[in-house]
């Protein structure tokens, strides 16, 4: 974990972030009022099983949605605001690693031209300039300057998601989206991968939101984790803290469901019934209630206020 920062090294704010899907037939509330907010160098895990409204997040995060309420601040900036040079600036200052090492890289593209592209499109770099600094963070990623002429299919899978974070890292970015960044890969090279994302953020003191299935890997990687459900922030709290010390019964039961560290280690064990309620009509009161094994009867008619049950440890459970 990084030292004690101050609220000045806060890249990144969401302030009650909402995105809804409008149709003829109904409104799907895909994000539906959540807040966090990232420091410099630091990494935040967004955790939850699938439709949740992680991957929309980060895509709002990326501009490649628009919100239908909230605010991100970047640097203290709205980032709906911005335009022409400055949303090009953004483009640039803000990246992404998705999940498919296969299918994220353009196979009718060298490896120079993929990873230099970020700086091509936003910025205005010479030819040299771009050799140079393509051939640097091949080697940071732990690739030769002599591969940057090679197609995409001359690599294994580790190696091309090696020359996706090295095209995220080529214009010295202050915030990465990492989309599921492992879980295509090997388990044998899955713990090469994490480190060396560790060892970059360290070396550019860039921020990362961690979106993954394994909490294992969020664990390992960040220093703040959010769990989400059904478009809503349940709990927030420091990792270690979270791991050590899970308060709500969503959070629980994600720990519950997921491979022990040691066959003889001994858990609670937390079986959910039921599917995910659709995000089109989501249950009144908690979204949870209609699964949770300790709900109450206030659980279906009142929406839980979000409570600091410890220093950055917040939850959002009628229990509490």
């Known amino acids: 974990m990084t030292a004690v920062q101050t609220a000045t090294d806060t890249i990144l704010e969401v302030n009650n972030l909402k995105t809804y899907i409008f149709t003829r037939a109904a409104t799907v509330k895909a994000v ?3 807040s966090f907010d990232l420091k410099k160098g630091e990494t935040l895990g967004l955790v939850g099983e699938s439709g949740c409204g992680k991957t929309t997040t980060s895509k709002l995060l990326l501009r490649l949605e628009k919100p239908t309420e909230g605010e991100i601040l970047l ?16 483009r640039t200052t803000v990246q992404a690693v998705f999940q498919d090492p296969w299918s994220s890289l353009s196979p009718r593209m060298r490896v120079r031209d993929i990873v230099s592209e970020p700086l091509v499109v936003n910025r205005n770099v010479t030819t040299q300039e771009k050799n140079e600094r393509v051939a640097e963070v091949l080697a940071q990623v732990g690739l030769h300057s002599q591969q940057a002429n090679n197609y995409p299919h001359e690599f294994s899978g580790g190696q091309r998601q090696r020359i ?4 995220a890292l080529v214009s010295y970015p202050k915030l990465i989206v990492l989309d599921e960044p492992v879980s295509a890969l090997d388990v044998s090279i899955r713990a090469q991968v994490m480190n060396l994302l560790k060892d970059l ?3 550019y003191n860039v921020s990362y939101l961690l979106i993954a299935h394994n909490l294992a890997t969020v664990r390992y990687m960040a220093h703040q984790t959010a769990v989400m459900y059904l478009g809503q922030i349940v709990e927030y709290a420091d990792t270690e803290e979270l791991y050590g010390n899970a308060l709500h019964p969503y959070t629980k039961a ?9 066959p003889d280690l001994i858990r609670e064990d937390i079986v959910l019934q039921g599917e995910v309620p659709s995000p089109i009509n989501p249950p009144s009161g908690c979204r949870f209630h209609p699964r949770c094994p300790f709900a109450m009867p ?3 008619e009142e929406v839980p206020v979000e409570k600091e ?12």
């Open 32 to 34: 539906d009022g959540i």
């Open 75 to 90: 640097d203290g900036e709205d980032i709906s605001t911005f335009r022409g040079s400055q949303l090009q600036e953004y």
């Open 164 to 167: 996706a974070v090295a095209s």
């Open 201 to 203: 953020q360290e070396q």
């Open 254 to 262: 994600l720990f519950s469901a997921a491979l022990p560290s040691h």
């Open 298 to 300: 206030q659980c279906s």
């Open 309 to 320: 049950v410890s220093p950055g440890h917040r939850v959002s459970c009628h229990l509490y």
